[in-house]
């Protein structure tokens, strides 16, 4: 089974959604807004659950 920390979690997964954003952001903006507000939130999130992380 395939393991990563949060960030890089969250990071693939911000590029995945990025085609779906703008076929919603044509398609529906209001849902657009919200999408758009739960990706800015999602790296802070994933950054807290991981907690402090070592220096790369």
């Known amino acids: 089974m395939f393991h990563t920390d949060p960030i890089t979690a969250a990071t693939n997964f ?3 959604t990025r085609a779906r954003f703008r076929i919603a952001q044509l398609s529906n903006p209001q849902m657009y807004d919200i999408l758009r507000c739960l990706e800015e939130h999602k790296l802070s999130l994933a ?3 991981a907690g402090p992380q070592p220096p790369r």
Do not use: E, G, M, T
């Open 14 to 16: 911000s590029k995945i």
């Open 47 to 49: 950054y807290a659950i």
